[in-house]
């Protein structure tokens, strides 16, 4: 059974019971499915192509938009709106899109209709014909190999990528989530994640959809916005990035009871620094669980449950996914030795769309070393390892890693240190070239309100914990980290200002 059937099935079974409450009111199941079939009768008149983009805020609107969209035979692209206009424009030419469901105050935040190229159809569902009578139909029969969505990635190196997932690797995916996280009826999610984003859209909008619970959208992550959704809704599932715990550490009025509710705090999208961790649950009581994933993957592989937590694990992976650690000529690691982290399981992508030579990159065929079956296995680019009972934890990436003076060092271990001093909020570690030593390690920081800056007591701080060659060679405080919509720092753009400026 298709995860779009399956979705409907649960809907007509619950039709009455709420499904999503958002900025703009409550939804029932049966209001989001009936939207669902007013938009697939809606684009059989006005989207002959195959792909239709989806360009809204997080929200009831994107499900029923989505939903609709499958139920139509397309395949729904959705458009990040703080992309900038080059990479938007890729995206749209890139997936062949030419039409997108909006509303309104969306085209505004982008610009206008003049943001979007010509070709583009604009269907705003505020226009949507509705003329009382619903317009029923059978869903299509989807084979799990039928592509479902193309998402592209932020784009932090390069020009966005799209990858291609498929009804197969969705349904995979929710299923594994459900069954490892033992997601179960009285659950309520708080989403405040961009539904454009794999994880928004696949375990905090897809997800609750398919285990019939309710979920909460705001479409803004406001601070104390999003405590007060926790104090009133009482959320069991919450998964957001480090920097939005962060910022929920602002709110001088939230209170270890206002989260009493959480069974799975989880955190993800980038690496959890040790000083946020403390701080929650030192003054709030929660006690975060890592998890890991990547838009090729569905996303999620692995998820730290509360049974085998422990800090710095990313936890073990889901049902069906296997987790693999191999060295730089693919050869299987041992446990606790650091290596590339391959991934294989029914929720790996098909493959990066019009990219061929890209996924004879990333994709090899090896045999698994514990039950000696060749199987496909997608390389992440991330380094890490595994131990003894099957826990994941991430070094850092690949492509991120700095050489100085002959010896591997990764951002992360730097970061974390930084981090731990109390005037800094967030920190990022970048390398630029150097001839006697290979590279150096290049600090940018962004501190806590109403704190000073210090190079060198920040320097004098690194000397307590690293050793003399991982100390930064420059310290520089940035207003603001450059972040991606999720909060992830682009280190993209930050490398780009040491190669265009004498640090």
């Keep these: 059974m298709s995860l779009l059937t399956s979705i409907l099935k649960r809907a007509l079974s619950q039709a009455s019971q709420t499904a999503i409450v958002d900025d703009r009111g409550t939804y029932s199941y049966a209001k989001v499915i009936g939207g669902a079939y007013y938009v697939s009768d809606w684009l059989d008149d006005t989207c002959p192509s195959q ?17 609709g969209a499958w139920m139509a035979g397309k395949v729904a692209v959705p458009v990040n709106y703080l992309l900038g206009e080059s990479d938007r424009t890729h995206l749209i030419n890139d997936s062949g899109l030419s039409t997108i469901i909006t509303v309104q105050a969306m085209l505004d935040f982008i610009g206008g209709r003049e943001a979007l190229p010509s070709h583009v159809r604009v269907l705003l569902l505020e226009d949507m014909p509705r003329d009382g009578i619903l317009p029923l139909r059978f869903p299509p029969l989807y084979n799990d190999d039928d592509l479902a969505l193309i998402l ?3 784009g932090t190196s390069g020009l966005p990528k799209g990858v291609e997932l498929t009804h197969g690797n969705l349904s995979s995916e929710i299923k594994a989530i459900t069954q490892h996280a033992q997601i179960k009826k009285g659950d309520v999610f708080l989403g405040v994640l961009p539904q454009f984003h794999c994880f928004g859209l696949t375990a905090l909008t897809l997800l609750p959809l398919s285990a019939g619970v309710k979920v909460v959208y705001t479409a803004r992550f406001v601070p104390g916005k999003v405590v007060a959704l926790i104090r009133e809704h009482r959320p069991t599932v919450f ?59 569905s996303p999620a592989t692995n998820w730290s449950t509360p049974e ?24 299987p690691l041992p446990a606790n030795r650091d ?44 380094i890490g390892k595994i131990d003894e009972l099957g826990r994941l934890y991430i070094t850092g990436r ?13 951002p992360r271990e730097i970061e974390e240190v930084l981090m731990q001093h109390p005037a800094i909020r967030f920190a990022a570690v970048v390398g630029k070239p150097d001839p006697s030593r290979g590279e150096i390690p290049i600090a940018f920081v962004e501190l806590e309100e109403d704190q000073t800056f210090d190079e060198s007591q920040l320097k004098t701080h690194c000397k307590q914990s690293l050793a003399n060659f991982k100390i930064p060679k420059k310290v ?3 207003d603001e980290l450059p972040k991606n919509p999720t909060g992830k720092i682009q280190r993209k753009d930050l490398q780009n200002q040491i190669n265009q400026n004498d640090f």
């Design 476 to 478: 520089i405080c940035k």
């Design 339 to 382: 290596g590339h982290i391959l991934i294989a399981g029914t929720i790996v992508m098909k493959g990066y769309h019009n990219l061929p030579a890209l996924d004879k990159e990333v994709f090899v065929t090896l045999t698994d070393p514990i039950d000696g079956i060749e199987k496909r296995f997608f390389r992440t680019g991330d």
């Design 152 to 154: 592209y990635t932020s």
């Design 239 to 297: 998964m957001a990035v480090p920097s939005m715990y962060g910022a929920i550490l602002s709110v001088k009025s939230a209170k270890p009871e206002d989260f009493t509710s959480l069974r799975l705090p989880v955190s993800g999208g980038e690496p959890l620094p040790e000083a946020i961790y403390n701080q929650l649950r030192d003054r709030l009581d929660v006690h975060l669980l890592e998890g890991y994933g990547l838009t090729e993957t």
């Design 308 to 331: 085998i937590a422990k800090r710095h694990s990313v936890g073990t992976p889901l049902p069906g996914v296997r987790n693999l650690i191999v060295d730089d000529h693919d050869k």
């Design 398 to 410: 690949h492509k991120e890693m700095m050489i100085i003076s002959g010896e591997n060092v990764f």
């Design 51 to 67: 792909q239709v983009g989806l360009l809204l805020p997080t929200s009831a609107a994107y499900p029923i938009a989505l939903l």
